[in-house]
């Protein structure tokens, strides 16, 4: 049963682009603001990306500007697109219900089962 795919991952180098996709169940998708994260090797799982059902969007002062987050709501997506990459973006991306702290905001989803995520590697 689908819960969450990512996909879209890759080796890229400085300045770089990728097109992070995310395939969520129903479930899922319809009842949460959705989120993607990323983990660095070593440290926690951090929610960089945020979107509501509505389409309000956040984002952690460290990408914005580079990061596009975005949802279709027909196909249960959730889209990262990410541009003007560094190597400090070098993670493992997941995508999920949104749960966490940015800025000021709260988000209080009810994260599932996390996928296997989209590994991006930035590197010349």
């Known amino acids: 049963q689908l819960q969450l795919v990512e996909s879209g991952g890759g080796l890229v180098q400085p300045g770089g682009s990728l097109r992070l996709s995310c395939a969520a169940s129903r479930s899922i998708f319809s009842r949460n603001s959705l989120g993607w994260y990323r983990q660095i090797p070593g440290k926690q799982r951090e929610l960089v990306a945020a979107?509501?059902?509505?389409?309000?969007?956040n984002y952690v002062d460290s990408v914005k500007g580079r990061f596009t987050i975005s949802r279709d709501n027909a196909k249960n997506t959730v889209d990262l697109q990410v541009n003007s990459l560094k190597p400090e973006d070098t993670a493992v991306y997941y995508c999920?219900?949104?749960?966490?702290?940015?800025?000021?905001?709260?988000?209080?989803?009810?994260?599932?089962?996390w996928g296997k995520g989209t590994v991006v590697t930035v590197s010349s």
């Open positions: 999920n219900a949104a749960r966490g702290k940015i800025g000021t905001t709260w988000y209080t989803g009810t994260v599932a089962s």
């Open positions: 979107i509501t059902n509505g389409g309000h969007i």
